[in-house]
């Protein structure tokens, strides 16, 4: 069933439904009817719902302060999660997080043992009690109770009630509505943990997904983008240059002389070099919507989108001398060299990713037949 409406007016309630002199059956039924209205509510609306469960209990000035406590997992704390206080009663939520357990050792144990504590008069605690009763005289209170919360048999934490600077003897009745409210709270915190770890999971799930999507797309030696990637970038970006009459420029990078490389060095000084002249494309093309791959042994393909031919053949440039410098650096053994081959254009109606990779191998191809460790470039 949706929610009807984000908030239930508790004052009219208690005005005409709820008076002092109310059966325990009654003030059942308008916990019954707050929890009807909201526990379907979204996530978002449960600290809400606890809030307003507190306010009815408080109803009618018969409770100055109601709140919720909750255990952390092993019991040597407790925090005060959410307070209602009564007019001109001071509020304390801020002052009660993470209190130990040496601090009260008897109202835990008797919370672990029982369940519940029940105090209508502070002068009713035993000696053992000692540290619990200072805290209530520090808060001006003389009569409170406090329920469990238990969900699947564990106890969570408590519901509870005081007052303060008057006292009352609390009857079985008080005690089965301050139950009343316990159970539907720790409902309510069942749902909202369930929610949350179900959105945790699927949160992760994500991500997992989001994570094999890229490592799908992912060279595993140097972590730039796969030939698989490639292709989808190319089509993207080609068609988008299309579509706007816009500039598409692409590099086809090779590492001169490589099966040299390996047979003098081996493979895994090999596998280095490609890294090091990976990280140095990484470095030159860094603008949004450039795509830097591997697309083969030692080839490697960018796609730079509106990148003018006299920026391409200077950023060409950078790379010449940057992989050059490679061996210098210590990120290598032996020094490398690469051939860069570019096509800049205009695309037609006719150019498609094939026409568009047999102009860059066309361009690498003259870097070679020129002496490698140079560019070529292709304007169409």
Same mark, same amino acid.
């Given at each position: 069933?949706?929610?009807?409406?984000?908030?239930?007016? $508790?004052?009219? !309630?208690?005005?005409?439904?709820? @008076?002092?002199?109310?059966?325990?059956?009654?003030?059942?039924?308008? !916990?019954?009817?707050?929890?009807?209205?909201?526990?379907?509510?979204?996530?978002?609306?449960?600290?809400?719902?606890?809030?307003?469960?507190?306010?009815?209990?408080?109803?009618?000035?018969?409770?100055? %302060?109601?709140?919720?406590?909750?255990?952390? =997992?092993?019991?040597?704390?407790?925090?005060?999660?959410?307070?209602?206080?009564? /007019?001109?009663?001071?509020?304390? !939520?801020? *002052?009660?997080? =993470?209190?130990?357990?040496?601090?009260?050792?008897?109202?835990?144990?008797?919370?672990?043992?029982?369940?519940?504590?029940?105090?209508?008069?502070?002068? +009713? $605690?035993?000696?053992?009690?000692?540290?619990?009763?200072?805290?209530?005289?520090?808060?001006?209170?003389?009569?409170?109770?406090?329920?469990?919360?238990? $969900?699947?048999?564990?106890? &969570?934490?408590?519901?509870?009630?005081?007052?303060?600077?008057?006292?009352?003897?609390?009857?079985?009745?008080?005690? @089965?509505?301050?139950? &009343?409210?316990?159970?539907?709270?720790?409902?309510?915190?069942?749902? #909202? %943990?369930? +929610?949350?770890?179900?959105?945790? /999971?699927?949160? *992760?799930?994500?991500?997992?997904?989001? %994570?094999?999507?890229?490592?799908?797309?992912?060279?595993?030696?140097?972590?730039?983008?796969?030939?698989?990637? &490639?292709?989808?970038?190319?089509?993207?970006?080609? #068609?988008?240059? %299309?579509?706007?009459?816009? @500039?598409?420029?692409?590099?086809?990078?090779?590492?001169?002389?490589?099966?040299?490389?390996?047979?003098?060095?081996?493979?895994?000084?090999? =596998?280095?070099?490609?890294?090091?002249?990976?990280?140095?494309?990484?470095?030159?093309?860094?603008?949004?919507? *450039?795509?830097?791959?591997?697309?083969?042994?030692?080839?490697?393909?960018?796609?730079?989108? #509106?990148?003018?031919?006299? +920026?391409?053949?200077?950023?060409?440039?950078?790379? &010449? +001398?940057?992989?050059?410098?490679?061996?210098?650096?210590? *990120? !290598?053994? @032996?020094?490398? /060299?690469?051939?860069?081959?570019?096509?800049? $254009?205009?695309?037609?109606?006719?150019? =498609?990713?094939?026409?568009?990779?047999?102009?860059?191998?066309?361009?690498?191809?003259?870097?070679?037949?020129?002496?490698?460790?140079?560019?070529?470039?292709?304007?169409?």
């Amino acid at each position: 069933m949706p929610c009807k409406q984000d908030s239930v007016d $508790l004052k009219s !309630i208690t005005k005409t439904q709820l @008076r002092p002199s109310d059966s325990a059956e009654s003030f059942g039924l308008l !916990i019954s009817e707050i929890s009807a209205q909201l526990i379907n509510c979204p996530f978002e609306k449960t600290e809400q719902h606890i809030s307003q469960a507190l306010a009815a209990l408080g109803h009618g000035d018969r409770k100055d %302060r109601c709140y919720v406590f909750l255990f952390n =997992d092993d019991y040597s704390t407790m925090s005060n999660t959410h307070e209602w206080v009564n /007019t001109e009663i001071s509020a304390h !939520i801020d *002052e009660l997080q =993470d209190v130990p357990r040496d601090a009260m050792p008897w109202f835990f144990d008797q919370m672990l043992q029982q369940g519940q504590v029940v105090v209508s008069s502070l002068s +009713e $605690l035993p000696p053992a009690a000692v540290g619990f009763q200072e805290e209530l005289a520090r808060e001006h209170i003389r009569s409170m109770m406090a329920v469990g919360m238990f $969900l699947e048999g564990q106890l &969570l934490g408590f519901v509870g009630c005081d007052l303060v600077n008057r006292q009352v003897h609390w009857s079985d009745i008080d005690v @089965r509505q301050m139950r &009343l409210v316990a159970d539907l709270i720790a409902n309510t915190i069942a749902r #909202q %943990r369930s +929610e949350a770890k179900l959105r945790k /999971t699927e949160a *992760e799930l994500r991500l997992a997904n989001q %994570r094999l999507a890229q490592l799908a797309r992912e060279d595993g030696l140097t972590g730039l983008v796969n030939r698989r990637g &490639l292709d989808e970038a190319l089509r993207q970006e080609l #068609q988008r240059a %299309r579509r706007n009459a816009q @500039r598409l420029t692409v590099f086809m990078i090779d590492v001169d002389h490589f099966k040299s490389f390996n047979d003098v060095s081996g493979h895994v000084a090999g =596998d280095q070099a490609l890294k090091a002249v990976a990280r140095v494309f990484r470095q030159v093309f860094k603008r949004s919507g *450039e795509v830097v791959a591997r697309y083969g042994g030692d080839e490697f393909f960018v796609v730079s989108p #509106q990148c003018v031919p006299s +920026e391409a053949q200077e950023r060409a440039k950078k790379i &010449l +001398e940057c992989v050059r410098t490679l061996k210098d650096t210590g *990120e !290598i053994e @032996r020094p490398v /060299t690469v051939s860069i081959g570019i096509a800049s $254009l205009i695309p037609s109606t006719e150019d =498609d990713v094939d026409s568009l990779l047999r102009i860059v191998d066309q361009a690498v191809y003259q870097a070679k037949h020129h002496g490698r460790d140079c560019s070529a470039l292709i304007t169409v």
